[in-house]
């Protein structure tokens, strides 16, 4: 099935084309045809008696060579063979006779008028006359094998000449097909490309004035488009703002909390440390919290750092593993290495390294008691490139297939296994997804066939170096 509408619509337009050629093509030999038919039967009706009368002339007064010669100039210019009988039904020329001849000439040999029989592609036409004498004659003239008419001679007879003219109307056809086919869907490409570049988060993308200017509905659907982008843009900045703004302004109070907090567990009796403790955690949270949306901002807002340098994946991935293990060990879990090949990226490492420990941790909130936490790294080539792939597999229950692209959307929790008691902000893989796009990479969730979920980096490399350990 053709998915593209570039080639549906050449192709439909193009075949069009042929059918409306093809139908001009036979309509034009039908009717040269019937034009033919038409003049052969005035002829047979008007010239066929006079060419009678003058060929009985000629015999009496010349004799049979001057009717040899007479046919032979006349017959030069007309596609016939002449037969020319007596009163007695002989054949005056010398001329070889056939069945069909003869019974045209005994049935016009019975009036004036004059009788054609078609035989095949042509026709017997017979013509009774008189001489000066006043003897009887019957001409018989031949056209089995005439061509009706120099046009249609032209269009039938030379399939060669046929076939270029087909294709002469194919190529005139394919290039005013191609042409229209492209004038209409350039805009839907364009107008593809700004799409995508908008899902991925490009929100300056916009379709701009070559295709706003034209004078249709595409030009139309295009400045609509750009109008949503200016107000998808307008609307996030304005979000991205009020959260930065609303995480500074709330670091004062928690600083002072922090203090307060402080001074409360130097004054407070040992009775009140349960509640000073819960208050210490639940600041501790909300600093966290506040922190991650911080961070949030400057990458949606484009402020994060973005200070390029070489970083080897395998080894920031051992890195993070290992702190992740040390903590995940007194939850009776571990987080484990189970490949790694050495490859490198053009990135930011505080980014990428935040982005794949947010995975990890997530991984050990969520891994049953007793598991592993499996993290891979692998260098990967594509048409699309070579890329570092970073998988984190932990083995819990897994989140709803329909579930697994919102895990990536800001404070989204999935219910039961995944609910607010199992702590953490609901935005590490926010930060994660918004990390990796920063870096010209990708991120996806999914089940393991096997059980638990599967979270994987892609990352765009500078370098490959294959290496197992």
Known sequence: MIRSLYLKIFLWFWLAMIVVSGTLVFSVMATQRRLAEAREERMDSTMTPLIAAEAARIFEQEGKSGLHEYFRKFGNDRHFHPLFYDSDGREILGQSTFADADAVAQLAEQNDVTHVRHEGKGRLVGQRTSGPSGTKYVLVLDMRDPPPSKMFDALSASPAIQMLRFAVVLLAGGLVCFWLARHITAPIRTLRTATRQLAYGKLEARIGEPLTKRQDELADLSREFDEMAEQIQALLASQQRLMGDISHELRSPLARLSVALGLARRQAGPEA?????????????????????????????????????????????????????????????????????????????????????????????????????????????????????????????????????????????????????????????????????????????????????????????????????
């Open 273 to 469: 440390t349960v509640a000073l403790d819960r208050i210490e955690r639940e600041t501790e949270r909300l600093n966290e919290l506040i922190g991650n949306l911080l961070q949030l901002s400057r990458l949606e807002s484009g402020a994060a750092p973005v200070n390029k340098e070489t970083v080897e994946l395998d080894g920031l991935v051992r890195e993070v593993a290992e702190d992740a293990n040390f903590e995940a060990q007194s939850r009776n879990r571990k987080v484990r290495v189970i490949e790694s090949e050495s490859c490198a990226i053009a990135g930011n490492r505080e980014l990428v390294r935040s982005a794949i420990e947010n995975v990890v941790r997530n991984a050990m909130k969520y891994t049953a008691e007793g598991t592993d936490v499996e993290v891979s790294v692998k260098c990967v080539s594509d048409p699309a490139g070579e890329n570092g792939v970073i998988r984190v597999r932990d083995h819990g229950e897994g989140v709803p297939e329909d579930a697994l692209e919102d895990i990536f959307r800001p404070f989204y929790r999935v219910a039961d296994s995944r609910e607010r008691s199992s702590g953490g902000t609901g935005l590490g893989l926010t930060i994660t997804e918004r990390a990796v796009r920063v870096h010209g990479g990708q991120v996806k969730a999914q089940n393991s066939p096997a059980g638990g979920l599967v979270v994987e980096l892609r990352l765009p490399l500078i370098n490959h170096r294959n290496g197992m350990s």
